[in-house]
């Protein structure tokens, strides 16, 4: 079981960037998908979240507006699309897959977890 992240790089503010997540090892196609971000000395964040139809999108409060969470169900790859980036976007941003066909915020709706791709956004 394997999530593999890929995309993080460093970024102007007001810039654009799209990380993506593949899975491999196992079927997600039937779990929700989703991606939070730790930056430096903080808690792991909820970012945004996805079904597993690519319905039932949810958005962290701090990127409503301005992230787009999509999955590509043939490959079982999500990725997230971020737009206006802020400096304070910084942070190693992690995929993860879901317990149940249904996207949730909480750390304890995933059960399994990528490696994290690093996003800097320079002012």
């Known amino acids: 079981v394997q999530l593999q992240a890929s995309g993080g790089g460093l970024v102007q503010a007001g810039g654009s960037l799209r990380v993506s997540c593949r899975a491999s090892g196992r079927a997600f196609s039937n779990n929700a998908m989703g991606w939070f971000r730790q930056a430096p000395g903080k808690e792991r964040e909820f970012v945004a979240s996805i079904g597993w139809n690519g319905g039932g999108a949810l958005y962290g409060d701090s990127v409503k507006g301005r992230f787009t969470i999509s999955r590509d169900k043939g490959e079982i790859t999500v990725y997230l699309q971020m737009n206006s980036l802020k400096p304070e976007d910084t942070a190693v941003y992690y995929c993860?897959?879901?317990?149940?066909?249904?996207?949730?915020?909480?750390?304890?709706?995933?059960?399994?977890w990528g490696q994290g791709t690093l996003v800097t956004v320079s002012s």
């Open positions: 993860a897959a879901g317990r149940r066909p249904y996207s949730g915020q909480s750390i304890s709706d995933y059960t399994s």
